[in-house]
């Protein structure tokens, strides 16, 4: 687990101050220069605001840097890293008539380009906010229409002044770190997949809590008063050496101190996309279908009246392929936490056949289908996912669950992470995850087979698991434990910091399994000898309670979050893919809960027959 610590300095240097030219004799005061802008355009604003800005029309605060200072502790190894952050949000006018002034997320990577600097991601913000010398409370003012116009803008500034006036007696901050007084605009991982969006967080109380979670609903063209630009400095020193930015945040080791969402792969807003509406339309006056710009190459969203959900196939950059399904109606009232289900695909599977079908008991003769696919093929019938996961929603009606499925090109993820690296991998997560930011998420990661590799390499990737990992679920797809990469350690702290967190591991003998009569793993090497290693090592923290009969050997801890299932296998046969179809993706989502069980049995008939579609 790493700790981190944040303080805070004054920049002096001259170097680590923007580089700005200096504010002209001539250069307007922010009052008239606002009633001057207030009828024009977006653009044309944001034009006007971007030459005053780059001309120096800005106040002292935004031109000096303080320097936030990070240390981490991880597995004994500290790191110390600086980064120089503009003293107060962006601002145009004199000392005596400043305007901390919103932007657009284009016009501030405008900015931000030109002064080599970039915009903050949500850990820097916290840490921003821990830092400062000056601590301002939010002060929200009612939502209006008027909230996006130049005259809001002039009126909430009003009320910073005042409360800067009361803090330190002067209505203009010194050069010293303010912070608490608006949200940020930051770079986030999400905003890979959601292109004409921009990213708000902050707006923190005095206690360091956030009135703000990380926000992707709004376009990026929209701009209100409550959302300011802070400005962070490229070059950061890192154990002493000046870095780039670029080289922590897209590191899987070091970004931990800069991201607390796993390492970038781009850590700017684009300048030059268009926002662009969603479109909806009507499909054969049954099923409706949104187009959006929100994903890469315009998603589409199908709904299906019979399933009462809705459906979308993207395809993300290296080969990766996900299947996204949500209910059409949201269990659950705004606000609530949506429930996302990430399936990672076992090694040879599609993700039509891992979703499932009905299969005909007499197949047609001519079962070669266009593309390759057979549509008959034994392999739709073994998984099941799509049903499953439409059980779960009948049987938990006052929640919203929605399912994510990620396969690759290669259709083997231990093979996609050797060619691609755990950061990528991460990264697919994070994209995942940028799909569902209109509300809060807690997190299932599920896995069959070569599927479990995925999780694993998130989890190598990260210096701690995540809290929004709320279930990780192995369904005989273990095989990557490894205590050396520190599994063990970033499990076992990871259930021990919250009692809503939950482990299910489901495997069979397969140490003693034969195919065409010979054995196919080592005794350590399969699911079996990972999985006893796993309870092994966790057992060094907690105390299992195992009851055993002749089929299976069940171990639980932690008041049953945490649960082994190991089928003995007198009979030497394969249960590899019987785990999931047998409802194990149902009971690996309910392990550990009142509702384990519950409308159905693990390892007993399929209970969400029904639920298959054609």
């Known amino acids: 687990m790493a700790l981190f610590t944040a303080t805070t300095f004054p920049s002096l240097a001259d170097s680590r101050r923007l580089d700005l030219p200096p504010r002209g004799p001539d250069a307007e005061n922010a009052t008239p220069l606002a009633s001057r802008l207030a009828t024009l355009s977006l653009v044309d604003r944001e034009t006007a605001l971007v030459r005053q800005i780059l001309s120096g029309n800005v106040h002292d605060s935004t031109r000096t840097l303080s320097t936030v200072l990070v240390r981490s502790v991880s597995t004994g190894i500290t790191n110390e890293l600086q980064f120089d952050v503009a003293s107060d949000y962006l601002s145009v006018g004199s000392t005596k008539d400043p305007l901390l002034i919103p932007l657009s997320p284009q016009s501030a990577q405008q900015v931000a380009d030109a002064l080599r600097c970039v915009l903050p991601t949500r850990r820097m913000v916290d840490l921003i906010h821990a830092a400062a010398s000056l601590k301002l409370a939010p002060m929200p003012i ?269 259709h083997s993820w231990p093979a996609w992470r050797k060619k691609y690296g755990d950061a990528r991998t991460l990264s697919v997560l994070e994209q995942v995850k940028g799909m569902f930011t209109h509300r809060p998420l807690q997190l299932t990661l599920s896995s069959h087979s070569g599927g479990g590799s995925f999780i694993f390499g998130c989890m190598n990737a990260l210096t701690e698991i995540p809290a929004d990992w709320v279930r990780l679920v192995f369904l005989d797809s273990n095989y990557g434990y490894d205590p050396a990469l520190g599994h063990t350690d970033k499990l076992r702290h990871w259930l021990e910091g919250g009692s809503g967190r939950f482990l299910c591991v489901i495997a069979y003998n397969d140490a003693v399994a034969l195919l065409n009569g010979k054995s196919f793993v080592s005794a350590s090497g399969g699911t079996w000898g990972r999985s006893l290693a796993m309870r092994s090592d966790l057992g060094k923290s907690w105390e299992f309670k195992t009851t055993t009969d002749p089929d299976f050997q069940r171990s639980s801890a932690l008041n049953n979050r945490v649960e082994f299932i190991l089928k003995e296998n007198p009979g030497r046969e394969i249960f590899h893919t019987v785990q999931v179809e047998k409802n194990g993706f149902i009971h690996g989502f309910l392990s550990g809960t009142t509702n384990g069980n519950r409308g159905y049995v693990y390892f007993g008939p399929r209970a969400y027959s029904s639920f298959i579609g054609d």
């Open 142 to 410: 009612p939502p209006s229409p008027q909230m996006t116009t130049l005259a809001a803008f002039t009126n909430h500034n009003g009320l910073v002044r005042q409360q800067v006036a009361n803090a330190t007696g002067s209505s203009a901050p010194d050069p010293k770190l303010v912070a608490g007084h608006k949200k940020d605009v930051v770079i986030t991982p999400r905003l890979q997949l959601s292109p004409g969006k921009v990213a708000i967080y902050g707006w923190h109380q005095t206690n360091g809590v956030a009135i703000q979670p990380l926000y992707l609903g709004h376009t990026d063209r929209w701009v209100d008063y409550s959302q300011c630009i802070r400005l962070v400095s490229r070059t950061v020193r890192l154990n002493g050496h000046d870095r780039d930015i670029a080289e922590v945040l897209t590191n899987s080791t070091l970004c931990g101190m800069l991201s607390d969402e796993g390492p970038f792969i781009e850590i700017r807003y684009p300048t030059n996309v268009p926002a662009q509406p969603s479109q909806m339309g009507q499909d054969g006056g049954k099923k409706q279908v949104v187009t959006t710009t929100s994903l890469p190459g315009g998603l589409v969203w199908k709904a299906d009246a019979q399933w009462k959900e809705q459906v979308a196939d993207i395809e993300l950059p290296d080969g990766v392929n996900v299947h996204v399904s949500v209910p059409l109606t949201p269990g659950t009232p705004p606000g609530q936490p949506l429930e996302l289900i990430v399936f990672s695909l076992p090694n040879g599977n599609t993700i039509e056949q891992t979703l499932g079908r009905k299969r005909p008991v007499s197949p047609p003769a001519q079962t070669n289908a266009p593309g390759g696919q057979d549509p008959y093929d034994w392999h739709y019938d073994i998984q099941h996912i799509a049903a499953q996961t439409r059980f779960l929603r009948a049987n938990l009606p006052g929640r919203t669950i929605a399912l994510a499925c990620v396969g690759n090109s290669l």
